[in-house]
């Protein structure tokens, strides 16, 4: 990862988030940029650290408030929640969102079902720069579009990563991790606008970029992960095993089983109709990759990184292998990754399940 700013002396900034003086700290921070908040000092910690370590939790969520990163390391290998005792601060550094793991399905499903259009279409956009290199050359280019296609977002987090991201790839992988209207709107445009990949350059540079960028390939993962979703009794009663589905968006999953319930459960509903059949069912679904670059392990990017967060690419083609109705309202899908044929555009059947 490119070098964060560090300094050889100590800042009158870091001694006062240090010694939790919270009125020099309010006084300080407005007129700070976030390079500055996030300056390692010469102890080898950033203000953040010291917060959490000597548990000044107002301070913390100052910082946080403000857009320190969460996931920079001291001398001592540590993230700031790391370096927390308190547990009112470890709470601090949870996501706040319910739906970044769980599709509460108030604005897209998760799923399309598989048909000859969307398989074709899966292979155009996985591959449709297959084996080219995202080099220097390139790579100032393709960031332009994305930088683009998320001008509007007025997290200063995501511009400071973007701007990283032209000397180091991950960094466009962690601007994704930033919980803010970036990947929001990202998906909703991938699930619900209808975009020509010959025009809209930023998606599909984005796309292109996470399934072909040749700096990922040690964060491929293969295995099983774990995701919510949220659905009518109606579109639950369409599903069977040996469907086909795919997903239009990007996917954000956890490693960790006991989590993925947590977010199935967030969108638990306990509503009736008329005749007593619940109005909508969560599910947790269990997700078994097979194929290279499908999913990326980002866990170690992440700003959260207490997720353990697996991105699964848009246009992944699944078929459900087991149905388990545990209660009235809760499911269990599991799924497993069509293997992929080959990565040639001339073969319509372009997805085979096993």
């Given at each position: 990862m490119t070098s964060i700013s560090k300094s050889s002396t100590t800042s009158d900034f870091y001694c006062a988030c240090r010694s939790g003086l919270i009125d020099k700290v309010r006084e300080q921070l407005p007129n700070m940029t976030l390079e500055e908040i996030d300056r390692i000092e010469g102890n080898g910690s950033t203000a953040?650290?010291?917060?959490?370590?000597?548990?000044?939790?107002?301070i913390v969520k100052l910082l946080l408030e403000k857009g320190a990163s969460r996931s920079i390391k001291n001398?001592?290998?540590?993230?700031?929640?790391?370096?927390?005792?308190?547990?009112?601060i470890k709470r601090l550094f949870i996501r706040p969102s319910a739906t970044r793991f769980s599709n509460d399905g108030s604005v897209y499903s998760d799923w399309i079902k598989c048909n000859a259009e969307t398989e074709t279409l899966a292979s155009d956009y996985r591959f449709r720069h297959f084996g080219f290199e995202w080099n220097n050359n390139n790579i100032n280019h393709r960031l332009k579009y994305i930088k683009d296609e998320i001008s509007n977002t007025e997290n200063d987090r995501i511009k400071i990563f973007i701007k990283q991201a032209e000397k180091d790839s991950d960094y466009l992988l962690k601007a994704y991790t930033v919980e803010s209207?970036?990947?929001?709107?990202l998906n909703q445009d991938l699930a619900i606008r209808r975009f020509d990949k010959d025009t809209n350059f930023g998606i599909t540079y984005f796309i292109d970029f996470f399934y072909n960028n040749s700096d990922f390939k040690n964060l491929s993962f293969k295995g099983k992960v774990y995701?919510?979703?949220?659905?009518?009794?109606?579109?639950?009663?369409?599903?069977?095993?040996?469907?086909?589905?795919?997903?239009?968006?990007?996917?954000?999953?956890?490693?960790d089983r006991k989590l993925g319930e947590q977010f199935a459960l967030k969108h638990l509903t306990y509503r009736e109709k008329q005749l007593g059949e619940n109005v909508k069912l969560s599910a947790l679904c269990i997700y078994e990759i097979i194929n290279e670059r499908t999913g990326l392990n980002i866990e170690g990017i992440s700003e959260y990184k207490d997720e353990k967060e697996v991105l699964i690419g848009p246009l992944t083609a699944f078929i459900i292998t087991t149905i388990r109705q545990i209660a009235r309202n809760y499911a269990e899908i599991d799924l497993r990754e069509c293997k992929k044929v080959n990565c040639q555009h001339d073969d319509?059947?372009?997805?085979?399940?096993?």
């Amino acid at each position: 990862m490119t070098s964060i700013s560090k300094s050889s002396t100590t800042s009158d900034f870091y001694c006062a988030c240090r010694s939790g003086l919270i009125d020099k700290v309010r006084e300080q921070l407005p007129n700070m940029t976030l390079e500055e908040i996030d300056r390692i000092e010469g102890n080898g910690s950033t203000a953040l650290h010291a917060a959490c370590y000597y548990g000044h939790t107002e301070i913390v969520k100052l910082l946080l408030e403000k857009g320190a990163s969460r996931s920079i390391k001291n001398a001592y290998k540590c993230l700031p929640c790391d370096e927390a005792q308190e547990d009112e601060i470890k709470r601090l550094f949870i996501r706040p969102s319910a739906t970044r793991f769980s599709n509460d399905g108030s604005v897209y499903s998760d799923w399309i079902k598989c048909n000859a259009e969307t398989e074709t279409l899966a292979s155009d956009y996985r591959f449709r720069h297959f084996g080219f290199e995202w080099n220097n050359n390139n790579i100032n280019h393709r960031l332009k579009y994305i930088k683009d296609e998320i001008s509007n977002t007025e997290n200063d987090r995501i511009k400071i990563f973007i701007k990283q991201a032209e000397k180091d790839s991950d960094y466009l992988l962690k601007a994704y991790t930033v919980e803010s209207d970036f990947y929001i709107k990202l998906n909703q445009d991938l699930a619900i606008r209808r975009f020509d990949k010959d025009t809209n350059f930023g998606i599909t540079y984005f796309i292109d970029f996470f399934y072909n960028n040749s700096d990922f390939k040690n964060l491929s993962f293969k295995g099983k992960v774990y995701r919510g979703t949220c659905m009518t009794h109606d579109d639950f009663k369409e599903l069977s095993v040996g469907v086909k589905v795919m997903n239009k968006t990007f996917m954000s999953t956890t490693k960790d089983r006991k989590l993925g319930e947590q977010f199935a459960l967030k969108h638990l509903t306990y509503r009736e109709k008329q005749l007593g059949e619940n109005v909508k069912l969560s599910a947790l679904c269990i997700y078994e990759i097979i194929n290279e670059r499908t999913g990326l392990n980002i866990e170690g990017i992440s700003e959260y990184k207490d997720e353990k967060e697996v991105l699964i690419g848009p246009l992944t083609a699944f078929i459900i292998t087991t149905i388990r109705q545990i209660a009235r309202n809760y499911a269990e899908i599991d799924l497993r990754e069509c293997k992929k044929v080959n990565c040639q555009h001339d073969d319509d059947n372009y997805f085979d399940d096993d």
